[in-house]
């Protein structure tokens, strides 16, 4: 097939925030808001970049290489990070204006080192391509935006190299679509190892939680560096609420600390107060799964457990006027949320059970927007990246992006 698309989604953090900084698990989850990147062999020894979110079309020829990189020939299953010398001698040969923005620099560099690697590794040069992303995500709001392209690109690129299969594809006749269900076990790990390599380029020293829930979907336990796949995780529908309120999430870890270091007597009891709500809202998650999805009293204790939660984290001083707007207008109508992410800003989500009224979720959207916040209806631990094969309705592929 001469183009391939492959979209990935972007990821929710449900509890653990700030706690997990001091020993404590967190739980994350794929959010049904993707990003897709297409790309297209050419004829030619040209890369042709086309990024609208971020106002990026840019024209490079193949076979840039730089000194340092240290990927050995033909071992695909052993990326090696980009030193600091390598990244900044990327971000001179990128072409990129010097008024560049950082997200425009970190996704030129990020593609260009992950392309030199993968060709590298392969049995023959990459070819020229025609690359275009588009994303659902916004960008910078804690969503896993970064990791949602880093794993497109790990994705792609190694199918362009053959380093994983055109494997087996599954239907849906009901939605009359056609879509990559899954690579092998060990073909998802590797397009995992090469979005770190992205990610590292993006974020310095991430975690590896975003990208891990980003290439498998569903959700995850985070603790002390340890990632637990969580497989008794049902899909759920939520409304994420964008406060567009920015925020830094150094200050905010910072601050907390500085309250835990005078008051570890007050503030350690929270942060193991926030634990054992991971840990029941992770127990519910799995009864509510056995139960078929049906219960409304374990419904009632996720949202009981969101309301505690976002109260502890506003005691921490993590909350934002913005945010506790949103917890308003949603309890307004019986309904629970909480901020996602390391607070100040950034984004909330909304509990929405299978009882809630379509016309209250209508309400509370109708009213979050008039106050200026962005609003999305959508799910949690749906699947992680795929390869697509034919238009789906169900996954919303941007126009233009459909496989030849």
């Given at each position: 097939?001469?183009?391939?698309?492959?979209?990935?989604?972007?990821?929710?953090?449900?509890?653990?925030?700030?706690?997990?900084?001091?020993?404590?698990?967190?739980?994350?989850?794929?959010?049904?808001?993707?990003?897709?990147?297409?790309?297209?062999?050419?004829?030619?020894?040209?890369?042709?970049?086309?990024?609208?979110?971020?106002?990026?079309?840019?024209?490079?020829?193949?076979?840039?290489?730089?000194?340092?990189?240290?990927?050995?020939?033909?071992?695909?299953?052993?990326?090696?990070?980009?030193?600091?010398?390598?990244?900044?001698?990327?971000?001179?040969?990128?072409?990129?204006?010097v008024d560049a923005s950082q997200?425009?620099?970190?996704?030129?560099?990020?593609?260009?080192?992950?392309?030199?690697?993968?060709?590298?590794?392969?049995?023959?040069?990459?070819?020229g391509i025609d690359v275009g992303?588009?994303?659902?995500?916004?960008?910078?709001?804690?969503?896993?935006?970064?990791?949602?392209?880093?794993?497109?690109?790990?994705?792609?690129?190694?199918?362009?190299?053959?380093?994983?299969?055109?494997?087996?594809?599954?239907?849906?006749?009901?939605?009359?679509?056609?879509?990559?269900?899954?690579?092998?076990?060990?073909?998802?790990?590797?397009?995992?190892?090469?979005?770190?390599?992205?990610?590292?380029?993006?974020?310095?020293?991430?975690?590896?939680?975003?990208?891990?829930?980003?290439?498998?979907?569903?959700?995850?336990?985070?603790?002390?560096?340890?990632?637990?796949?969580?497989?008794?995780?049902?899909?759920?529908?939520?409304?994420?609420?964008?406060?567009?309120?920015?925020?830094?999430?150094?200050?905010?870890?910072?601050?907390?600390?500085?309250?835990?270091?005078?008051?570890?007597?007050?503030?350690?009891?929270?942060?193991?107060?926030?634990?054992?709500?991971?840990?029941?809202?992770i127990d519910t998650y799995s009864?509510?799964?056995?139960?078929?999805?049906?219960?409304?009293?374990?419904?009632?204790?996720?949202?009981?457990?969101?309301?505690?939660?976002?109260?502890?984290?506003?005691?921490?001083?993590?909350?934002?006027?913005?945010?506790?707007?949103?917890?308003?207008?949603?309890?307004?109508?019986?309904?629970?949320?909480?901020?996602?992410?390391?607070?100040?800003?950034?984004?909330?989500?909304?509990?929405?059970?299978?009882?809630?009224?379509?016309?209250?979720?209508?309400?509370?959207?109708?009213?979050?927007?008039?106050?200026?916040?962005?609003?999305?209806?959508?799910?949690?631990?749906?699947?992680?990246?795929?390869?697509?094969?034919?238009?789906?309705?169900?996954?919303?592929?941007?126009?233009?992006?459909?496989?030849?």
């Open positions: 097939m001469r183009r391939i698309t492959v979209s990935a989604p972007g990821k929710v953090i449900l509890h653990g925030e700030h706690a997990v900084v001091y020993g404590k698990k967190a739980l994350a989850a794929s959010l049904n808001l993707r990003t897709y990147m297409s790309v297209t062999k050419r004829g030619d020894n040209l890369i042709n970049l086309h990024f609208p979110d971020i106002e990026l079309k840019l024209s490079l020829p193949c076979g840039i290489d730089v000194s340092g990189n240290n990927t050995k020939n033909g071992d695909v299953t052993s990326p090696i990070p980009a030193s600091d010398d390598v990244i900044e001698t990327l971000k001179k040969l990128s072409g990129l204006d997200s425009q620099t970190l996704a030129v560099v990020s593609f260009l080192y992950v392309y030199t690697e993968i060709s590298k590794a392969s049995k023959s040069p990459l070819p992303v588009q994303s659902e995500l916004p960008i910078g709001a804690g969503l896993g935006s970064s990791a949602s392209y880093s794993v497109c690109l790990a994705a792609a690129l190694l199918q362009l190299g053959s380093h994983i299969n055109e494997s087996k594809f599954s239907s849906n006749t009901e939605t009359d679509t056609l879509y990559q269900s899954s690579w092998t076990h060990n073909e998802t790990e590797l397009i995992k190892k090469w979005s770190y390599i992205s990610e590292k380029i993006m974020h310095g020293n991430p975690s590896g939680v975003d990208n891990s829930v980003t290439t498998f979907g569903g959700a995850i336990e985070f603790r002390k560096g340890n990632i637990t796949n969580l497989s008794q995780m049902p899909e759920i529908k939520i409304l994420l609420v964008n406060t567009k309120v920015p925020r830094s999430t150094k200050t905010l870890v910072s601050n907390v600390r500085t309250k835990y270091d005078k008051y570890v007597d007050v503030i350690g009891p929270i942060m193991d107060a926030i634990d054992a709500v991971t840990t029941r809202s009864n509510l799964l056995d139960n078929g999805h049906s219960s409304p009293s374990l419904y009632k204790d996720l949202g009981e457990l969101i309301d505690i939660n976002q109260g502890l984290l506003r005691t921490l001083g993590v909350s934002h006027s913005r945010l506790d707007r949103v917890c308003e207008v949603t309890a307004a109508l019986g309904l629970h949320a909480k901020l996602t992410g390391a607070g100040g800003g950034g984004c909330a989500f909304c509990l929405i059970t299978p009882g809630t009224p379509k016309a209250d979720v209508k309400e509370v959207m109708s009213q979050l927007r008039a106050e200026g916040f962005e609003c999305w209806k959508t799910n949690i631990c749906g699947q992680g990246v795929i390869r697509h094969w034919t238009h789906s309705e169900h996954y919303n592929i941007p126009p233009g992006f459909l496989p030849e």
